[in-house]
C-alpha cells in the first residue's frame, strides 16, 4: 500500500469522524426536544444524555444501515478512499449548515443523496430497487408518525382515559418493543451478529410454538410490558405530572439510543468497503470511529439544534410530547429492521406536529413547517448533484480513484 493510500485512509476517516460530530450534533438531537419543550429535563441535561445514549446505541446496534450506505446504493462499483471522503464531506457540509441556521437537515437525505451521486460518477449504476424501498418509507413516516402522534394526543387528552391508565398502557408497549430490539451484546448464533432478548430467551428454552410463534417469545414480551406499566403506573399514582416527565424522559432516552444505532451508519457505510475490504478490519472498529463522533457532535453541538426543535416547532405539553415520541420509537426501529437510513428530524419533527396539532394549529409554525420541507427536497436532490462534480473535481485535481 502506497503513501498515498494511506494519505486517504487518514483523510477519510478523519471527514468520518466529522460526519459522525455533525450527525451527533444535527440528528440525535431531537429525540429529546419534546422532553424540553414540556420542562421535563434542560437543554445541557439532555445534551450529555444524548450523547452516552447514541454512542452507545451506535456501539450496540450501529451496523444495519451501514451496508446499504456503503453498498446499495450503486452497483457495479466500489466506494474507494476518495469518493467516500467526497461523499462524507458533501453530506457533512449539509448537516453543518443546518447546526448553523438552526434548521434541521434530514442527514439520511444528504447522505444517501451524497453516496448516489459519487457512485455513479465512479460509474456505478442506479439501484432503482433500492430507491423505491428508501424512498416509500421516507414518504410515509410523516404521515404515520404525524398521524400516530396526533391520534395518541388525542387518546392522552380524553377525560374518560385516566392518565394512571393512558399513560402506563403506552409504557406498555415501547417496553414491549424493547424486548426485540437486536443488539450485539445479546449472544446470538455465529450467522447472525445481532439478536434481540426475546429471541435469546426463545433460543435458551425449548417451548413450543402456537400459530408458528413461540410461546417464550410472547411471554417475554409480555414481561417487559408488565414491568414498564407497573413501574410508570406507579409513578403516575404517587404524582400524575412526575409520572409523565418520567415517562417522557424514558422515552427520550431509548429514540436516542435507537438514533444511534441508525444514524451511525450515515457516517460509517461510506468507509464500508475501505475499512472491512482493503484493510480487513472488524466492523466493532468502525462503529468506535462513528460512536466517538457522534458523543462529541451531542455534547458540543446539540443545545442550539434543541432549543430550535423544541420552541419553534410547537409549543408542547408533555402528554402531546409523549404522543410525537412513541411512533418516533417504533418507526426509527423498523428503519433499523429494514436497513433503511432514515432521518431523526422528519420522524421527529412530523410527530411533534402531530402532536401539537391534536390541540389545534395555533402552537405549530406552518411558515418554518413547509421552509423546512421544500428544505428536504432540495438536500436530497442537490446533495447529489454536489457529491457527483465533488468527487470528479477530486479525482481529476488528485490524479486518483
Do not use: C
Not at 400524575?240 to 444514524?263: D, H, I, K, N, P
Request: glycine share 14%; aromatic share 8%.
Amino acid at each position: 500500500m502506497t503513501p498515498a493510500f494511506w494519505g486517504l485512509v487518514v483523510l477519510a476517516t478523519a471527514t468520518g469522524l466529522v460526519a459522525a460530530w455533525a450527525l451527533g450534533a444535527n440528528s440525535n438531537s431531537p429525540p429529546f426536544a419534546p422532553a424540553i419543550g414540556a420542562n421535563a429535563i434542560s437543554t445541557m441535561r439532555a445534551a450529555f444524555l444524548i450523547g452516552i445514549l447514541a454512542a452507545l446505541g451506535a456501539f450496540v446496534q450501529g451496523g444495519s444501515i451501514s451496508e446499504t450506505v456503503g453498498a446499495g446504493l450503486v452497483d457495479g462499483v466500489a466506494i474507494t478512499p476518495l469518493a467516500a471522503t467526497a461523499g462524507l464531506l458533501t453530506a457533512t457540509g449539509f448537516m453543518a449548515f443546518g447546526v448553523y441556521t438552526g434548521y434541521p437537515v434530514p442527514a439520511a437525505f444528504a447522505t444517501t443523496g451524497a453516496m448516489v451521486g459519487v457512485g455513479l460518477s465512479l460509474g456505478g449504476d442506479p439501484t432503482f430497487e433500492t430507491y423505491r424501498r428508501i424512498g416509500t418509507f421516507w414518504v410515509l413516516v410523516p404521515p404515520m408518525s404525524g398521524g400516530l402522534a396526533y391520534l395518541t394526543a388525542t387518546v392522552l387528552r380524553r377525560d374518560d382515559v385516566p392518565d394512571t391508565v393512558g399513560i402506563p398502557l403506552l409504557a406498555a408497549l415501547v417496553a414491549g418493543i424493547l424486548a426485540h430490539i437486536r443488539l450485539s451484546v445479546v449472544p446470538s448464533p455465529p450467522e447472525v451478529s445481532q439478536a434481540s432478548v426475546a429471541e435469546f430467551a426463545a433460543r435458551t428454552v425449548d417451548t413450543p410454538a402456537v400459530g408458528g410463534v413461540d410461546v417464550l417469545t410472547v411471554v417475554t414480551t409480555l414481561a417487559f410490558a408488565a414491568a414498564g406499566f407497573q413501574f410508570i403506573r406507579r409513578r403516575t399514582q404517587q404524582s400524575v405530572e412526575r409520572g409523565t416527565r418520567t415517562f417522557l424522559v424514558g422515552l427520550g432516552s431509548v429514540v436516542a439510543f435507537s438514533s444511534g444505532g441508525s444514524q451511525v451508519g450515515l457516517a460509517t457505510g461510506p468507509l464500508e468497503n475501505l475499512y472491512r475490504v482493503e484493510l480487513g478490519a472488524p466492523g466493532i472498529v468502525l462503529l468506535a470511529i462513528g460512536a466517538a463522533g457522534i458523543l462529541a457532535g451531542a455534547w458540543m453541538g446539540s443545545p442550539r439544534l434543541l432549543q430550535a426543535t423544541s420552541r419553534e416547532y410547537a409549543q408542547l405539553g408533555a402528554r402531546r410530547s409523549i404522543a410525537a415520541l412513541v411512533p418516533g420509537f417504533v418507526i426509527a426501529q423498523l428503519a433499523i429492521a429494514f436497513g433503511i437510513p432514515i432521518s431523526f428530524n422528519n420522524i421527529i419533527i412530523s410527530g411533534v406536529i402531530g402532536g401539537g396539532l391534536a390541540a389545534g394549529s395555533a402552537g405549530v409554525s406552518r411558515r418554518k413547517i413547509g421552509v423546512t420541507l421544500a428544505f428536504w427536497v432540495v438536500t436530497l436532490v442537490t446533495s447529489i448533484v454536489i457529491g457527483f462534480g465533488l468527487y470528479r473535481t477530486l479525482s481529476s485535481v488528485l490524479g486518483l480513484r
